[in-house]
């Protein structure tokens, strides 16, 4: 595999099955494979079975089950492609925006662009389920590698010391699928290594307590993770724990009421100042070689891909070949075919210089501008921002076409900058002129050369904004940005078929959060619904 090796040991997978037992009632996460299972005590008294576990824990978020790209799923009850990490959330965080607009009628699919979404919803309660399924992996992780639990095996010293960071990184991927379920959900049932492995019914921790939570998680996972630039990748390592703290900071007003971009700041400098660089084609960002092309000094934490290692029809297999129909050429995209279903709306074109913006790939031919039938893939612009190609156009490591090597950048550089503007402009201190900077390295970058940057005059809230969908458009950050910004629902910002109406219509503020899943209640009484579900 061309990067960290996603070796999921048949053994360590027994674990989950044996210790680990569904906290709620949501979609089955049973172990297909629970025959002539071994104890934890027997797996672990081999070394090497820790990192192999760690793998299985960075898999998560890219891989749907024991053997790709379905047929042995770690959650069953949805299709498996369906059931991805990434694709669960990039749902979530782009077709319920002016972003991306879908043409299938997959069940439910066209509700979360009408924002009609409810508790039933079986994506919601896929999403829900892997995010649960993920810290469930993690709190096993830790709950094995406890100090003395290791001393016990009669491990040696410096494997321990191994280990112990280890225990770092499971700690930060822990920390990352709360914070999603923060964002996503607000107030869940908090469940830690510290908790039965038998069935019990968690308390549901509220949205303070869960932030507090996260927050602590990551300053304690920073301070044992390596130095920036010096894990595998694309492991974790501090600058992936400062961002997302940068993140739970930047929302703490929404999360808790009570601002905190002061502290964004702060992190947000660690950040900026570590070693990462702006890659010098944007374009470049999003293909088949993005982990080697100079794109990886770019990325904060990405989620890695292989056309042959880690098949799965989500992650950005999903981002590649959904977008593609109508006259577009799948060769280019170095897949066999299009899905033909996400495009976008007027909303995010008009956004941007056309023909000037090398961040504007829109694909017209054969597409018209304006929605009129939500079904027909022809209607509204196709994005071409993700290939399966390298730098010079070779196709990516599946000769069938259909798995990508794209590694999904969940963040990068270019984020942290516009991040550290907006908390400047925010009251959170800092630096004017390293805000304006920041902006226009970006600019610079999409437009190939200074011709557009800004003067500081022009660096407000609402420039952040739309610089932020010209930036990181369909990368899974625009519902946290216009819920920031108080433009997600209501009707200060309206956008095609927000509402179900083609011009787009108010919608209520309750719809800021998703429902907890009918399901997940239904299994534990202790969980109340999110007002307005």
């Known amino acids: 595999m061309k990067k960290l090796k996603y070796t999921i040991l048949k053994l360590a997978l027994s674990i989950f099955a044996v210790t680990m037992v569904s906290c709620t009632a949501d979609l089955d996460q049973s172990n297909p494979n629970s025959e002539s299972l071994l104890s934890a005590e027997e797996v672990f008294q081999e070394p090497d079975s820790y990192i192999r576990f760690l793998a299985k824990l960075y898999a998560g978020l890219a891989t749907t089950g024991q053997e790709g790209p379905s047929g042995n799923p770690d959650i069953t009850g949805i299709d498996e492609g369906e059931s991805q990490y990434v694709r669960g959330l990039w749902v979530m965080q782009e077709l319920t925006t002016d972003e991306a607009i879908i043409a299938w009628n997959d069940k439910t699919i066209k509700d979360f662009h009408y924002q009609t979404w409810t508790s039933s919803d079986l994506f919601i309660n896929a999403t ?26 009669g491990l040696s010293a410096s494997e321990i010391e191994d280990i112990q960071g280890y225990r770092a990184e499971a700690r930060y991927l822990r920390a990352l699928s709360y914070w999603h379920f923060l964002d996503l959900f607000g107030s869940v049932g908090l469940v830690t290594e510290n908790d039965p492995t038998d069935f019990f019914l968690p308390e549901q921790a509220s949205r303070q307590q869960l932030f507090e939570f996260v927050e602590t998680e990551l300053i304690a996972a ?117 899905w033909a279903g996400i495009r976008t709306t007027s909303a995010l074109v008009n956004k941007f210089q056309m023909d000037l913006d090398s961040r504007e790939q829109f694909y017209t031919d054969g597409q018209s501008l304006e929605i009129e039938d939500v079904g027909s893939f022809t209607d509204g612009y196709a ?151």
């Open 128 to 153: 829900f389920s892997r995010l649960d399924f993920q810290v469930k992996n993690c709190n096993e992780f830790l709950r094995q590698t406890t100090e003395d639990k290791l001393q016990s095996r």
């Open 222 to 338: 920073a301070e044992a993770l390596p130095e920036v630039g010096t894990n595998e990748y694309p492991r974790a390592d501090k600058g992936a724990a400062w961002m997302v703290l940068s993140k739970l900071y930047m929302n703490a007003e929404v999360y808790t009421g009570t601002p905190r971009y002061t502290d964004a700041i702060t992190y947000l400098t660690k950040i900026n100042t570590a070693g990462y660089l702006l890659h010098n084609n944007y374009e470049e960002l999003f293909l088949a070689d993005n982990n080697m092309n100079g794109s990886q000094n770019e990325f904060i934490f990405s989620v890695a891909f292989d056309g042959i290692n880690t098949q799965t029809y989500g992650g950005t297999t999903f981002l590649t070949h959904a977008p593609v129909g109508g006259t577009m050429d799948p060769d280019e995209f170095g897949i066999n075919g299009g």
């Open 383 to 533: 994005i071409s921002k993700w290939k399966n190609v390298d730098v010079n156009g070779n196709p990516g490591s599946d000769s069938n076409g259909n798995f990508v090597d794209i590694d999904f950048p969940m963040f990068r550089l270019a984020d942290a900058y516009l991040m550290y503007a907006e908390a400047f402009l925010r009251g959170g201190g800092g630096n004017s002129a390293d805000a304006l900077s920041y902006v226009n390295m970006i600019r610079t970058r999409a437009f190939g050369g200074t011709s557009q940057n800004i003067s500081s005059g022009r660096l407000t809230l609402d420039f952040i904004l739309e610089e932020r969908a010209r930036e990181l458009h369909w990368e899974g950050h625009r519902r946290t940005d216009l819920i920031r910004f108080g433009k997600f629902t209501g009707g200060s910002y309206i956008w095609p078929w927000k509402g179900n109406v083609p011009n787009g219509a108010p919608t209520p503020s309750f719809r800021n959060l998703f429902p907890i899943p009918a399901n997940a209640i239904a299994g534990n009484p202790k969980l109340q619904q999110n007002p307005g579900y």
